[in-house]
């Protein structure tokens, strides 16, 4: 999505939230003048079309079912990381192909991801300006900068609000056949889960869920349908479910001792 697309969603998202698009920009300068000296770190965007590009690419949210979501299943195609995410995916020994985040996670994964190659797309808005000058000289591989706002040298706006549909929007920037969502638990009505990200966390969710339906370059799936098809259960019908199901199945496939999805 381009910025001036993207910009009047940018502009709803934080008059509901109440924050600052100034502070948003003095963190994005400040991040840009960071990467100023790492111009051999910065990934080319070319790179990130082909990782994208008429790829099937699953995009991993630190949602509560993610753990469950990924046992006995080994995922081929191109791997995008929601911050949090990538710690849970890694340690289930999946490797992202692509991080991005605010850095309000486990860095200290990310750093160890990004040293063995993952691109780390590091988001810099209003809050996180600590976190910015602490962790960013501490990445060692290629990187990219993103803001919420106006992009500027170095710092990248695809669009997307919170880590998770910062991904899809990603994808669909550099247009990815299809982007398959695992652990987005919109639809989570446990109540221990709600009282633990508090109404804030929920607000954001809400909005990522919501901008997402801008997305209109690629298709976008839910895991948990897409296995239920794999499985032979019923659901509601997907589009183009034949070519879709195809290509899930061979992106991946659960091992010999596992064969239900969660």
């Given at each position: 999505m381009q910025f001036d697309v993207w910009e009047n969603y940018y502009k709803a998202v934080i008059q509901s939230m109440g924050y600052d698009r100034d502070r948003d920009e003095i963190v994005a300068h400040q991040l840009s003048n960071l990467l100023e000296d790492r111009e051999d770190q910065l990934v080319p965007l070319d790179r990130l079309r082909d990782l994208l590009e008429k790829k099937h690419v699953f995009v991993f949210g630190d949602g509560p079912s993610l753990e469950d979501d990924i046992k006995g299943f080994d995922f081929r195609s191109t791997k995008v990381a929601a911050d949090g995410a990538a710690s849970k995916i890694m340690d289930a020994g999946i490797m992202p192909d692509i991080i991005v985040?605010?850095?309000?996670?486990?860095?200290?994964?990310?750093?160890?991801?990004?040293?063995?190659?993952?691109?780390?797309?590091?988001?810099?808005?209003?809050?996180?300006?600590?976190?910015?000058?602490?962790?960013?000289?501490?990445?060692?591989?290629?990187?990219?900068?993103?803001?919420?706002?106006?992009?500027?040298?170095?710092?990248?706006?695809?669009?997307?609000?919170?880590?998770?549909?910062?991904?899809?929007?990603?994808?669909?920037?550099?247009?990815?056949?299809?982007?398959?969502?695992?652990?987005?638990?919109?639809?989570?009505?446990?109540?221990?889960y709600l009282k633990r990200i508090g109404p804030t966390k929920l607000k954001k969710l809400t909005w990522g869920g919501m901008i997402l339906a801008a997305l209109e370059d690629s298709e976008i799936f839910f895991f948990e349908d897409l296995v239920e098809v794999f499985h032979g259960d019923e659901v509601m019908p997907l589009t183009e479910a034949d070519g879709i199901v195809e290509d899930f199945v061979s992106a991946f496939s659960p091992t010999p001792d596992d064969d239900t999805a969660s």
């Open positions: 985040t605010d850095l309000d996670g486990k860095v200290e994964d990310q750093v160890e991801a990004n040293r063995n190659g993952a691109i780390v797309i590091i988001h810099a808005h209003g809050d996180n300006q600590d976190l910015v000058k602490r962790w960013v000289p501490q990445f060692e591989g290629p990187i990219l900068g993103s803001p919420p706002s106006t992009p500027i040298d170095r710092v990248h706006d695809f669009g997307g609000f919170t880590d998770g549909d910062r991904c899809a929007f990603l994808c669909d920037h550099f247009d990815a056949a299809s982007i398959i969502l695992v652990a987005f638990n919109f639809d989570d009505t446990d109540q221990e």
